[in-house]
């Protein structure tokens, strides 16, 4: 097949397969790919977050895909989302022998090829990108935190193409990795306060249900905190498609744009906007229990909730489910964790209940301040689910019933 995008010599190279048949599939996709789309070369990347790595979401058919290029090492620095459960907890999680076999399968073929154990939906956590960087990530969240936040570059990618991506260390330059592709079409003003992860996660769902895969431009939601920013990014990861969206006061890009704002689609989203969806899913005042972090907590958001629950001398009626990564993890303090168990408030890693084999839990009915969450848990898994703010959460939990 004859490709028109420009290859250099070792990108050639390893497309005649002169570097092994792994090396040639993955740089056959990738060359694919931008032909097809119009890139006109591939540009290096320096890291790669691998999604998709749940045996819950990609089956034996994800694991077979793994173990093929687990042959060889990636070329870039790697890091990889959450798995189907907690490695410590897998028994206590209710998950199967089989299900936890596969999936520490998955977990040995991605040690083979080099990547970081991390299984987090933060990678930004974990290696903060620079501005102008090219990246090759996965996870929706992330990709618009690293794009919007950041200022670096990287492509909505697929689970396969993000093993590519980090096997070869390049992807099409296409996309918002090219200058053009990030300005914003859609301006955004918001007249409403963001009290709470919770709305500023609506906020991010209500704009994705408008823009879709264009580039939205919001306005006038002041200096939020970086843990209401990560909830934004996830709530318009789950409602839209777009990779980038810029936020006035926080993404590094805007001081150099030259915007002519009358020439962009306006939206205006009030207080009425945010309430309505979140008493679509209702705030119940029992669950069967409380899940926070998705995305995965901040050692910030850990020590805020230790903060709440301090006040409290009893345990939680409702057990409190904390999700975070083994890098935020390992920050938390053993007098922190031991208070937490005191008071029915469980620290877990590696996961997202999204991801996980949820009926093996055991609950029907939870809640949570995540619009993603709210949103994965009823569509996919059939919960009920509640939203609400974060101190609301501990009420519920403390509560007698």
Not at 336 to 342: A, D, G, M, T, W
Request: charged share 25%.
């Amino acid at each position: 097949m004859v490709y028109t995008m420009y290859l250099t010599r070792e990108e050639e190279a390893i497309l005649s397969g002169k570097h092994g048949p792994e090396y040639q599939k993955a740089m056959k996709a990738l060359v694919k790919l931008g032909d097809a789309l119009g890139a006109e070369k591939l540009v290096k990347v320096v890291h790669a977050h691998i999604s998709g790595i749940s045996y819950q979401n990609i089956g034996d058919a994800g694991l077979d895909f793994l173990e093929e290029y687990s042959k060889v090492k990636v070329r870039t620095y790697t890091t990889c989302n959450p798995l189907g459960f907690d490695m410590d907890l897998w028994k206590e999680m209710g998950i199967p022998e089989e299900f936890y076999a596969k999936q520490l399968r998955i977990v040995g073929a991605l040690k083979r090829m080099g990547v970081n154990g991390t299984f987090t939906c933060t990678p930004y956590y974990i290696r903060k990108p620079l501005i102008g960087e090219h990246l090759a990530w996965g996870e929706s969240n992330a990709v618009l935190y690293a794009n919007s936040v950041c200022g670096a570059r990287t492509n909505r990618e697929g689970g396969p193409s993000t093993v590519f991506a980090a096997l070869v260390g390049k992807v099409p330059y296409m996309g918002v990795h090219v200058d053009e592709n990030r300005t914003p079409q859609v301006l955004i003003k918001v007249n409403a306060p963001l009290k709470d992860q919770l709305y500023a996660g609506v906020l991010g769902y209500i704009v994705g249900t408008y823009v879709k895969d264009k580039v939205p431009l919001i306005r006038n939601i002041g200096r939020i905190s970086d843990d209401m920013v990560k909830a934004l990014c996830a709530g318009l990861g789950t409602s839209s498609s777009t990779p980038l969206c810029f936020l006035e006061n926080i993404s590094p890009e805007i001081p150099k744009m030259k915007l002519k704002y009358s020439e962009l689609e306006k939206i205006e989203i009030d207080a009425q906007s945010l309430n309505d969806v979140i008493e679509a899913y209702g705030t119940p005042n029992s669950a069967d229990a409380i899940f926070l972090g998705c995305p995965h907590f901040s050692y910030g958001e850990i020590m805020e909730i230790y903060r709440y629950i301090s006040k409290y001398n009893r345990k939680a009626k409702t057990p409190i489910v904390l999700v975070t990564s083994r890098r935020v993890f390992k920050e938390v303090s053993l007098h922190v964790k031991l208070l937490f168990e005191r008071r029915n408030v469980r620290l877990i890693r590696d996961t997202c209940f999204a991801v996980s084999p949820f009926k093996y839990l055991g609950m029907r009915k939870v809640l949570t301040n995540s619009i993603k969450q709210a949103y994965y848990l009823s569509n996919i898994h059939g919960v009920k689910v509640g939203l609400c703010e974060t101190k609301k959460c501990i009420e519920v939990a403390f509560e007698e019933k």
